[in-house]
């Protein structure tokens, strides 16, 4: 299922990244962010504003369009 | 001797670099290349540190990062620190692995080991130390722990090089062999290293190597190995497959130095996030925080201290040099140049330092707490509806202290697009010399609201600045626009490092003062005190009179046709302060006080307002003109910058003044 199909604050297992752009990818990497990691979404802005996730133990945050396209499982 | 700093950004980079020197020896250009490096003098005056932005990987994505991968590769130092987030290892050591296998001599400084330790991570430093092969030195750069260690260490025969050599596989280790043999045999970089970063797609090695060799080959065969790599180990790219190489490694070292207990504690971050970063409270909290600030460096505490500092500069000061010059028989001539053009001038500047520094200050307070990133999430849906990203929000407010620093701070826009479009709006915003203009005006019209005028005008510089980001995105298409922030954990500012930055941002302005706005007043009150029936004429026959009278009829329909309005905006393209010193010299005025009271006889409040959103929005200053030519590289955007300014400010100015007119406010 997409991330923000989740529960705010459950944690989730990523499974597929590979449809996020190539740049947000890349960066997402650099932050360790790859399949098979945990994330949980934290907080969401109003108006379909950004996501903070927490991951990897640290806090980012990516748009909802993004997010949208994170595919995770039941972790 | 120098050294170089690299670290993950947000891990205590700045305040490392601020204990371990004593000040910036200079900031200065790379050939070639815009960009700015920061070196400090180390306070045991063995040598240089330079500062360099916070990075990743060796692999940058933002210009602001190939900035480190340059100097890597480039610069001319002895030693490498490296700082490490202890309570982040796992990421951390990405970058120190990759710095590693440069081959530098290096040194790690293990940083946050009191987060660590509060988060249950304990760390065996010797055992980590032996298995990265370099000297590590555990270190709370905040409160400066173990950094007189970490500098004594700082010297060629301790740093130690790594004979760390990671083994990436039989598929990758073929190819980094091949192409080491495909690179100049001369070359002074690890021909490993090179391999490998080529292997990464890493855009700053390639474009240098490929100045000096054909890189086809070398292409093909990463490109062939990719296929391989996907087709025997299901990896979606060569990339993910070396980052995954380094975290399989880096964490076989880990089990052996790190040992983790859960603690189960709500950390500081995640209560104050719940309301900063609440959909409902976050927009309130900024919006209250925003106007918090503003009341204090304007009303509060700016106020009285820039009104001390007048009744000092008008009173005594002036008061005591014209009784010296009377004593010493200087020529009148000599004695109008210091007391008018001089003292009022400069002056007048100096004036409004304090209200300067304040604001400053607050805009180091919200860059160390780590609220600036939280504010680009908070705004970040708003700039997306006009093209642009949460994180050009962080140099627009840096460009309410100075608009320079703010247009540089754009580098960490990963899309050159959304750089472009930052920087050409960044003048917008309206930076602290404007301030000097808006206190002068709001103090003699508007002493009931000066806060409230203020605001609307940094306001109304925010919201042309969106407006003008969505018509330019229109014509500079941004494609698709990328929003990926990292949120660090609030930390208590040093007051250390809290000092040292507003002292190095409003350190310009003052120096400013004492040449720049010097030589302009000088240049101007000259211009005022000449004409051509010869010296010490009436102000009206004066040179710069006959001058200005030429454009003033231009500006009548805004409010202010007068010659002496004309001259000061054409003398504010200096420096926007020097509105307010040329107008002190102009109205022949030696201080504050009583340019106050000849400006209410010339303006009224609508035409002071008009002529206040003029000096927001028209031509950027000097500096800033330079700025943007180095920063864009391009003399056209440069140029469209002054003209678009001037086209606003005048159709804005144009509608407020008329439409008060026409509505009768203010006259």
Known sequence: ?75 | MEFALFGNPNTGKTSLFNILTDSYAYVGNWSGVTVEKKVGDLSNNKGQLIDLPGIYTINPLSKDEAVATEYLMNGSFEGIINIVDASQLLRNLQLTIQLLEFGAPMIVGLNMIDVAKSKGIRIDQEKLAERLGVPIIPIIARTGKGCDRLLDNLSVHQLKTSSIKIDYGPEIEKLIEEIMRLLPSYSKISRRWLAIQLIDANFVVRNKLNEIMDLSLVDYLIKDCEKKIQQRYGEKSIRQFLFKRRQQFIQSILADCVTKQSVNKKSYTEIIDAIVTNSVFGVITFLGLMFLIFKLTFDWLGSPLSDFLDGLISGPISGGMEIILEALHVTPFIQSLILEGIIGGVGGVLVFVPQIFILFFFISLLEDSGYMSRIAVIMDRILELVGLNGKAFIPLIIGFGCNVPGIMAARTIEHPKERLLTILLTPMMSCSARLTVYSLFVSVFFEQHKALIVLSLYVLGIVVAILLAKIFSLFIKTEESIFVIELPPYRVPQVRTLLRSTWDKGKGFVKKAGTFILGGTVVIWLLSYVGPAGTNVEADESFLALFSQWIAPLFAPLGFGTWQAAASLFTGFLAKEIVVSSMNVIYFVPDGESLQHIVSGVFTPLSAYSFMVFILLYVPCLATVATIKKETDSKKWMLFSIIYGLMVAYTISFIIYQGGRLLGIGQ
């Open chain 1, 1 to 75: 299922m997409k991330l923000t199909e989740g529960q705010l604050g459950e944690t989730y297992r990523i499974q597929n990244l590979s449809n996020l752009h190539e740049i947000v990818q890349k960066r997402l990497l650099d932050l360790g962010v790859i399949e098979g990691v945990e994330i949980s979404c934290i907080h969401k802005m109003p108006f379909g504003g950004p996501y903070i996730l927490e991951v990897c133990g640290q806090q980012i945050s990516l748009r909802k369009k993004d997010v949208e396209c994170i595919e995770v499982e039941e972790a």
